[in-house]
C-alpha cells in the first residue's frame, strides 16, 4: 500500500503542506474561499514539527497494526478493505480521544468546532497523489510503496 | 548616525484580496522582509529590507505578491544617475568598500547581441537535426602537430594502421559546454552535488573554484575540474589526483588583479574542514599566486602538477579578459599550459567590491577574439584549447563563442539561475533565500538537490538541442567545422574596428 | 492443529471454539481466530441480549448524545459475516473441564475444544443498608441505562457514589439529563487512582462550575426511604444528603463466579500466561476479566482498560487458532471528559518516594496540567489535562522505556513534538517515517 513518506533533509518548514491539506478538506476546495469565507476553517490533517533548522510534516502512518484501531471505544476507527486506509467514521465517533492517548506518532486530532470527533490524515482518496506530496514545492514528500 | 538616506529599492505590493495571512512569506525570506501583526491579524511587509529575490512572490500561494521597483524619482540627471547617488549615500554612511555579488550589470555592449549567424540556402542545404546525427563531441587539450601512424601490410592483403603519436591528456565532453569555477563556501554543498551531478549524466565537467573539494564529492572524480587558486585552499595529493583536470586561477573575469573573498560568516565547519581554515575566519585570497611572479615561474607550476599528476590530466590556467589577453594567452600556451580559459567582463562572484566588478576586464567576445586570432598566427593555436566564460546567457552566445575560436564555453550564471537564483545580487551577505549562495542551515535545506540536478540536466539538454538546430540550419553536422568559423558570423551595429577586432564581416556583405 | 503441505502448523478446521462473553475481548477474538480458520465452529454466549456494543456509550445514550442505531461495536453483519453462532441472554452457570462442556441457565450443553473466557467485570456492591431499594443502580449495562432512563424522567436529584472514571461519567451524563447531581467520594479528591491533588484541583473546579456537587472523604452509610423508595442518603459523619435515585459506581472487579468451581487458577482475576492461556489446557481468558502483567508495576494486576481487553483477546484468539504469539505486558492508559475538559493518563501517575523525577506545568487559568514522572531517565507515567494533543507520543515514550533525559524539558512545553523523539528511536516496528 503507497503510504507518503519524509525526507526530513529537504523540508525547509514552508508549511504550505499544511495549507493545501486544510484547503483539500474545505468545503469549497478553493484556496481563498477555505480561508476568507469558511467559518469555521477546514482543519489541516497533517502537524509540521520544528526544532531549530529541523523540521518534517508527519501526518498518520495508516499502520499495519493500528494503535488506534485497538483503542477506538465505538469502531469508528476502522481500516478500509478496499484501500487498508485507516479511516475513522465521524458518524460514529464520539470523541472520547483513547486514539490520541496510544498514537506513538501523535497524528491525531480534535476537531471540536462543530461536533466533537477525531480527524487525522486520509491520504486524499479522491486525488491521484495526496494533495501534501503533489504540493511540496522542495519534494519533502513522497508517496510510495515500500 | 541617525538619520539614514537610504530608501526602498523595492517594494512589495500586496493584493490583500488574494491574500490569507497564511505566513509563508513570513516564514521563507531570510531578510525579514514580512511579518505577522497579531493585533491587526495581518501580515505586513517592511519594502526596506527587501532585495528583490522573489521567493516570497514565487512560493505564494495565491499569487498576492508583486515586487516591483520603488518608484522614488530623482529629478531627471544624465550624470548623476539614482545608483549613482545610492552608491554615495551608502559610503557616507558605512565608510567601507561596496560589496556587491553576481557579474557586471553596467550598461557595456554586449557582442553577443549584435552578431548573426548565417544558415544554408540551395546551395549548401541545412540538415535536420532529428533526422540526422550531429557531433557536438568535444575534446580539450593539446592536439598534435601530426599525427603519425605505422602502416604495416600482413599476409592477408589487408592494412594495420597503428598511431605512433603520443596523445596529450583530453578531456571528452558530449557538449561543448562545462560548468563553470564556483566555490563550495560561497555556494551551498546541495548545489555542488547538483552541478556534480548534472556533469555526470551530460558526459560533461564541473569546476570545484577555490574551495577545495568536499570529501563526499570525491566519487564524481571524473567528472569534476579542481582549482589551484592563489590561495591554494584544500589543495593535496588526493585533491589533483582524483580529478579530471587541474585549473590553475590565475584570475576571474568579475575581479581581475584582485584574489578570492568569502566572508567568514559562510565559513562553517564543513567549509573550514574542506578548506583547511579556521572556522569564522574570512577566506581571502591573495591577488598573485606568491610563487607566480613571471611566465617561468607559471611554467613551473604547470610541470609541477603534471609531475604530481604523472601527466595524465591536462592542467588548465585560467586567466581574466583584460587589456593584454592576448600576449598572456600565447605566453601560456608556450609555458606548457593544455587549456586556456578565458574569463570575461560579465563573469559572476559571490563576492566582489562593486567598483573592480563593474569597471575591471573586457568583454569575452573581443578577448576571445584576439587570443584565437594571435594563437592561430603564432602557429599555436592546435597546443592548447580556449575555453571562454562570463556571462553566457543561451545557447545562440555558445554558438557565436564557437564560432568565434572558442572550443567549449563555461556557464556559472545560467547553472545558478536554472537552480532558481533570481539575481538579487545580495550572495555576499549570506542569506540567500533560494539555499544557493548561503551556508545556514536552514536556508540550504532549500534545494533539493535532485531537483537542481534535474534542472540542469535539462537546462543543458535544452540549449545543445538548440545548438543543434542552428548548427543543421547552417549545414554543418559537427561542431568541429563551426569552430574558428567566423565567415559564419556577421556583425550588426558595430564600428569599424570592432569588426575588424572581431574579424567578423559586417550584415550586408557577402563572402 | 495438523502440518499442511509446507509443513506449517495449521488449524485442522474441526476445532469448536466456544467465548464466553460478547464485548471488545470477545469481538477481537473473533476476528483473530476467523482471520485463520474460517471453518471450524465458533459459538458465542453473552449474558446480555444485544450485538456487541460500546459499554462507555451507555452515559452518551443517557443523555442523548448517542442513538440507539449507534451504540453497535460492530455493524449488524458482522455474526453472519464471520460465522457465528451467537446465544443471547444466556448466562453460563457452569464449566466442566473435563468434559469441555460449558452449561447454560437454560440447562444447555455447549461442547467446546478451546474455550475462552471474556465476560469482564463486575460492579463493587458495597453492602450498606438500603441498597437493595428500587432506584440504587450500578452503571454497567445498556438494560440498567435504559431502565434509569425511565426513571429520571420524573425524579430531580441524583447521588453518585464514587468519583472514578464511571462515577464522573454518570455525574456528566445524569446532569446533562436535567438533573441536580451530588457525588460522594471516598478520599479526598476524585479520580483518587491517576490524579494527584493540583490536576485534581482543577477537575473539582470544573465540577463545581458545571453545577455539580462534590463530598470528599466521606462515604455513604446509608441508604433510607419508605419501603423501597429512595428519598436520601447518610454520610459517615451523619450528613444527610436528600436524593430520589442512588448509582453505585465505586469500581468494577473481575467477574470470578463462573471460573471458581471449575478449577481456574485465580488471585484478583483470572491468572494467565504470556499466550493468554489459564492454568487449564484449551481454556483461555482475556479482557477485564484476567489479571496480567503490567511492565510499569512490575507486577500481575487486573487492568480494565479497552484497548488492553482488544490486544488480549486478539492474542488469545490468534494462539486458539493454533498461531503462538505473545502478550508483552500492558500499562493503565485513561481518556476521559468531563463536561469537554480532556484528561490523559498513562502509566503511573502517583508516586510517594523521592527517587522519582517529576516534573510539572500548571496553569489553573487555562485549566492546564502536564506531569510526568521519570525513573533513571525514563518516563513511566504522565498526566495530561486539556492540553492532550500528542498524548500519544508520551504513550509511545513509556511503552518503549526511551531515555527522555536530553529533552524532558522539552516534553512538558506546548511545542512538544514527535521531531524531538531521538532518530534513531523514531517507532519503527510500527511505520517508519523516511523511505
Known amino acids: 500500500m503507497k503510504r507518503i513518506y519524509i525526507k526530513e533533509e529537504y523540508c525547509m518548514g514552508c508549511r504550505l503542506c499544511e495549507i493545501h491539506c486544510l484547503v483539500a478538506h474545505s468545503k469549497s476546495k478553493k484556496i481563498i474561499k477555505a480561508y476568507k469565507e469558511e467559518f469555521p476553517r477546514a482543519l489541516p490533517r497533517l502537524i509540521v514539527e520544528q526544532k531549530g533548522p529541523f523540521s518534517f510534516a508527519l501526518q498518520c502512518r495508516h499502520c499495519e497494526d493500528a494503535p488506534c484501531i485497538k483503542a477506538c471505544l465505538t469502531g469508528a476507527m476502522h481500516r478500509e478493505k478496499k484501500t487498508g486506509i485507516v479511516s475513522c467514521n465521524q458518524d460514529k465517533c464520539i470523541g472520547c480521544w483513547m486514539c490520541i492517548m496510544v498514537c506513538p506518532f501523535g497524528v491525531i486530532l480534535r476537531d471540536i468546532k462543530e461536533k466533537k470527533v477525531a480527524t487525522k490524515c486520509d491520504l486524499c482518496p479522491d486525488e491521484d497523489i495526496p494533495v501534501c506530496v503533489a504540493k511540496c514545492p522542495n519534494e519533502a514528500l513522497v508517496y510510495e510503496e515500500k | ?511 | 492443529m495438523k502440518r499442511n503441505n509446507k509443513g506449517k502448523l495449521v488449524p485442522n478446521f474441526t476445532e469448536k471454539y466456544v467465548i464466553i462473553g460478547n464485548s471488545v475481548a470477545a469481538i477481537s477474538a473473533i476476528e483473530s481466530i476467523r482471520e485463520r480458520d474460517k471453518i471450524s465452529l465458533l459459538t458465542v454466549v453473552s449474558k446480555e441480549p444485544y450485538f456487541a456494543y460500546s459499554r462507555p456509550l451507555i452515559s452518551y445514550y443517557l443523555e442523548g448524545k448517542v442513538k440507539p442505531e449507534k451504540m453497535y461495536y460492530r455493524d449488524k453483519q458482522f455474526y453472519q459475516e464471520n460465522n457465528v453462532e451467537l446465544i443471547l441472554g444466556q448466562e453460563v452457570v457452569k464449566i466442566l473441564p473435563e468434559e469441555k462442556n460449558i452449561i447454560l441457565s437454560n440447562k444447555k450443553k455447549i461442547n467446546y475444544t478451546k474455550l475462552l473466557i471474556a465476560c469482564g467485570g463486575k460492579p463493587i456492591v458495597p453492602q450498606i443498608k438500603g441498597v437493595d431499594k428500587e432506584n440504587v443502580f450500578t452503571f454497567t449495562t445498556w438494560d440498567e441505562i435504559k431502565h434509569l432512563e425511565n426513571v429520571i424522567k420524573k425524579k430531580k436529584e441524583v447521588v453518585v457514589i464514587g468519583a472514578g472514571m464511571i462515577g464522573l461519567k454518570a455525574a456528566e451524563s445524569l446532569t446533562n439529563a436535567g438533573l441536580k447531581v451530588t457525588i460522594i467520594e471516598l478520599a479526598d479528591r476524585v479520580l483518587s487512582t491517576v490524579l494527584d491533588k493540583k490536576s485534581a484541583s482543577i477537575l473539582h473546579q470544573h465540577l463545581k462550575e458545571n453545577k455539580v456537587e462534590l463530598i470528599t472523604e466521606n462515604t455513604v452509610e446509608e441508604i433510607t426511604g419508605k419501603g423501597m423508595m429512595v428519598d436520601g442518603v447518610i454520610l459517615k459523619n451523619g450528613k444527610r444528603v436528600k436524593t430520589d435515585i442512588v448509582v453505585i459506581a465505586i469500581g468494577i472487579i473481575p467477574n470470578l463466579d463462573l471460573v471458581k468451581s471449575a478449577g481456574i487458577k485465580t488471585n484478583k482475576g483470572i491468572l494467565v500466561n504470556e499466550f493468554m492461556q489459564t492454568n487449564i489446557e484449551n481454556i483461555y481468558a482475556a479482557g477485564d476479566v484476567t489479571e496480567t502483567w503490567d511492565f510499569l508495576y512490575k507486577q500481575n494486576r487486573p487492568i480494565p482498560i479497552w484497548p488492553l481487553a482488544y490486544e488480549q483477546g486478539k492474542i488469545a484468539g490468534t494462539n486458539m487458532a493454533g498461531e503462538k504469539i505473545s502478550y508483552h505486558g500492558g500499562l493503565s492508559l485513561n481518556s476521559i471528559e468531563v463536561f469537554n475538559l480532556p484528561l490523559i493518563t498513562a502509566g503511573i501517575t502517583t508516586v510517594e518516594k523521592d527517587t522519582y523525577e517529576i516534573l510539572v506545568k500548571f496553569q489553573p487559568e487555562r485549566k492546564m496540567y502536564k506531569k510526568i514522572i521519570i525513573e533513571n531517565g525514563k518516563i513511566i507515567g504522565s498526566i495530561l489535562i486539556n492540553n492532550i494533543e500528542r498524548a500519544g507520543i508520551i504513550t509511545g515514550l513509556i511503552k518503549d522505556q526511551l531515555d527522555v533525559s536530553n529533552f524532558k524539558n522539552e516534553i512538558l512545553e506546548d511545542t512538544f513534538g514527535y521531531i524531538y523523539v531521538p532518530k534513531e528511536y523514531r517507532s519503527k516496528e510500527i511505520m517508519p517515517l523516511e523511505v
Open chain 2, 1 to 511: 548616525m541617525k538619520l539614514s538616506f537610504l530608501y526602498p529599492e523595492f517594494q512589495v505590493i500586496r493584493d490583500e484580496s488574494k491574500c490569507i495571512q497564511c505566513e509563508v512569506c513570513v516564514r521563507q525570506c531570510a531578510f525579514g522582509v514580512h511579518t505577522y501583526d497579531k493585533d491587526e491579524k495581518k501580515v505586513t511587509s517592511d519594502n526596506l529590507k527587501c532585495v528583490g529575490c522573489h521567493r516570497c512572490a514565487t512560493l505564494c500561494p495565491t499569487q498576492a505578491l508583486i515586487i516591483s521597483r520603488y518608484p522614488q524619482d530623482f529629478r531627471e540627471n544624465y550624470n548623476w544617475r539614482k545608483d549613482v547617488i545610492r552608491d554615495i549615500f551608502k559610503q557616507s554612511e558605512s565608510g567601507g568598500v561596496l560589496l556587491t555579488s553576481m557579474g557586471c550589470d553596467k550598461e557595456y555592449p554586449i557582442y553577443w547581441d549584435k552578431l548573426l549567424l548565417d544558415a544554408s540556402q540551395v546551395t549548401n542545404p541545412s540538415i535536420d537535426p532529428l533526422r540526422e546525427p550531429m557531433e557536438l563531441r568535444t575534446y580539450l587539450g593539446n592536439k598534435p602537430e601530426k599525427l603519425e601512424f605505422s602502416v604495416k601490410n600482413n599476409s592477408q592483403a589487408t592494412v594495420n594502421y597503428k598511431l605512433l603519436t603520443k596523445l596529450s591528456p583530453q578531456l571528452e565532453l558530449e557538449t561543448p559546454i562545462m560548468f563553470s569555477a564556483m566555490s563550495y563556501g560561497s555556494i551551498s554543498y546541495n548545489v555542488c552535488l547538483a552541478l556534480a551531478q548534472a556533469a555526470k549524466i551530460l558526459g560533461i565537467y564541473y569546476n570545484t573554484g577555490e574551495g577545495g573539494l568536499h570529501k563526499d564529492l570525491y566519487k564524481f572524480g571524473k567528472n569534476t575540474i579542481v582549482q589551484v587558486a592563489s590561495g591554494r585552499f584544500g589543495v593535496h595529493s588526493d585533491y589533483l589526483n582524483v580529478a579530471a583536470a587541474i585549473e590553475i586561477k590565475i584570475g576571474q573575469g568579475a575581479k581581475p588583479g584582485i584574489g578570492g573573498h568569502l566572508p567568514g560568516e559562510k565559513v562553517s565547519k564543513e567549509i573550514s574542514e574542506t578548506r583547511m581554515i579556521p572556522e569564522g575566519t574570512d577566506a581571502i585570497s591573495p591577488a598573485p599566486h606568491h610563487d607566480i611572479y613571471s611566465i617561468e615561474d607559471l611554467s613551473q607550476l604547470i610541470f609541477a602538477l603534471k609531475e604530481a599528476t604523472c601527466y595524465t590530466k591536462p592542467i588548465i590556467v585560467k586567466i581574466a579578459a583584460v587589456h593584454n589577453s592576448a600576449s598572456i594567452a600565447s605566453g601560456m600556451v608556450r609555458a606548457g599550459a593544455d587549456i586556456i580559459a578565458l574569463d570575461g567582463v560579465r563573469g559572476g562572484t559571490g563576492a566582489a567590491p562593486t567598483r573592480i566588478r563593474d569597471n575591471v576586464g573586457i568583454p569575452i567576445e573581443l578577448a576571445l577574439a584576439s587570443v584565437d586570432e594571435r594563437l592561430r598566427k603564432e602557429g599555436i593555436r592546435h597546443r592548447a584549447s580556449i575555453v571562454i566564460a562570463g556571462g553566457i546567457r543561451n545557447s545562440a552566445d555558445v554558438v557565436k563563442a564557437i564560432a568565434l575560436g572558442a572550443d567549449a564555453v563555461y556557464i556559472a550564471t545560467s547553472a545558478l539561475i536554472a537552480c532558481g537564483c533570481h539575481l538579487c545580487q545580495k550572495c555576499y551577505t549570506g542569506k540567500c533565500n533560494w539555499g544557493i549562495a548561503t551556508q545556514d542551515p536552514y536556508l540550504m535545506k532549500r534545494i533539493n538537490p535532485d531537483i537542481a540536478t534535474e534542472r540542469l540536466v535539462n537546462l543543458i539538454h535544452a540549449w545543445s538541442l538548440e545548438i543543434k538546430e542552428m548548427l543543421g540550419g547552417m549545414g554543418i553536422n559537427a561542431i568541429e567545422s563551426l569552430r574558428g568559423n567566423r565567415l559564419r558570423l556577421r556583425g550588426i551595429g558595430l564600428t569599424d574596428t570592432e569588426l575588424k577586432l572581431l574579424g567578423v564581416k559586417p550584415a550586408g556583405e557577402s563572402l
